[in-house]
Nanobody, 122 residues
């Protein structure tokens, strides 16, 4: 069992930065790939980025490439999402999730956090 708690969301102006954190409980964190998803109002949840269990492989959705960076610290059971050059279209609830696979498909994720709100004003 893995419990995930996100933090770091907030309100920021376009062009600004935020750093999200996702703290995991349990001793098996390092076995899981960790992904970030987001859901904008009125839209379906979408994949943002995933990192493999050892952090060696990362996949980003095209819209965030060059602006967002995922990292993880397995010693601290934490995964981070550094978001730079934020745009209003980045607004949404951001969720971290754990999967046995480094995939963009949400159905393969076994554990989800409760989400943290990110709002980017224009």
């Amino acid at each position: 069992q893995v419990q995930l708690v996100e933090s770091g969301g907030g309100l920021v102006q376009a062009g600004g930065s935020l750093r999200l954190s996702c703290a995991a409980s349990g001793r098996t964190f390092s076995m899981y790939a960790m992904g970030w998803f987001r859901q904008a109002p009125g839209k379906e949840r979408e994949f943002v980025v995933v990192t493999s269990s050892n952090g060696g492989t990362k996949y980003y959705t095209d819209s965030v490439k060059g602006r967002f960076t995922i990292s993880r610290d397995n010693a601290k059971n934490t995964v981070y999402l550094q978001m730079n050059s934020l745009k209003p279209e980045d607004t949404g609830v951001y969720y971290c999730a754990a999967s046995r696979y480094a995939t963009d498909d949400p159905k393969y994720y076994d554990y989800w956090g409760q989400g943290t709100q990110v709002t980017v004003s224009s």
